[in-house]
T-cell receptor, first 109, second 112 residues
């Protein structure tokens, strides 16, 4: 079945450093979504990418969708302690979302 | 509207008992999803409703699991004859289109 893989699994950074997480799908995706889950919380929708090669920015967050629509990345510039949490990518497979295992980001000040 | 709500937030049960969870989606959303999440994993899709129709079920969904959405509003997820492996966070999400899904706070199930 379809699989979505994310790397790295964990990342620790000093506040102010940049952070990137990568997502790869075993199949071509119609779209990819990114979610953030704070410790003890539930996933919160961040963004959806639909077009091949699409790049979207939300303040310090930059999201990219690969040309082949099989990979994606999330880059955070100048991390802050509020960025702490697990970032999931999710590929659309019909109506179901297939989530990766996530990248857990910790930030020390 | 304050978002997706789920009840109960926590449930402890003994192996072999039946449990039922409720999800109230965002009122204008006609699509509703159930997921299961275990520690260190992403949410795993269980089933999907559009209005009152259950349109998709994961092949991983055991026959002990059943879900309903009788009037196209709230939904229930029942697990019969619970097993220790059912211990997980059960998440409900809703959406108005195939795209952004809005998750509830989840029901954490512990089967002893």
């Amino acid at each position: 079945g379809q699989q979505v893989m994310q790397i790295p699994q964990y990342q620790h950074v000093q506040e102010g450093e940049d952070f990137t997480t990568y997502c790869n799908s075993s199949t071509t995706l119609s779209n990819i979504q990114w979610y953030k889950q704070r410790p003890g919380g539930h996933p919160v929708f961040l963004i959806q990418l639909v077009k091949s090669g699409e790049v979207k920015k939300q303040k310090r967050l930059t999201f990219q969708f690969g040309e082949a629509k099989k990979n994606s990345s999330l880059h955070i510039t100048a991390t802050q302690t509020t960025d702490v949490g697990t970032y999931f990518c999710a590929g659309q497979a019909g109506t179901a979302l297939i989530f990766g295992k996530g990248t857990t980001l910790s930030v020390s000040s | 509207d304050t978002g997706v709500s789920q009840d109960p937030r926590h449930k402890i049960t003994k192996r072999g008992q039946n449990v039922t969870f409720r999800c109230d989606p965002i009122s204008e959303h006609n699509r509703l999803y159930w997921y299961r999440q275990t520690l260190g994993q992403g949410p795993e899709f269980l089933t999907y409703f559009q209005n009152e129709a259950q349109l998709e079920k994961s092949r991983l969904l055991s026959d002990r699991f059943s879900a309903e959405r009788p009037k196209g509003s709230f939904s229930t997820l029942e697990i019969q004859r619970t097993e220790q492996g059912d211990s997980a966070m059960y998440l409900c999400a809703s959406s108005s289109y195939i795209g952004a899904q809005y998750f509830g706070p989840g029901t954490r199930l512990l089967v002893l």
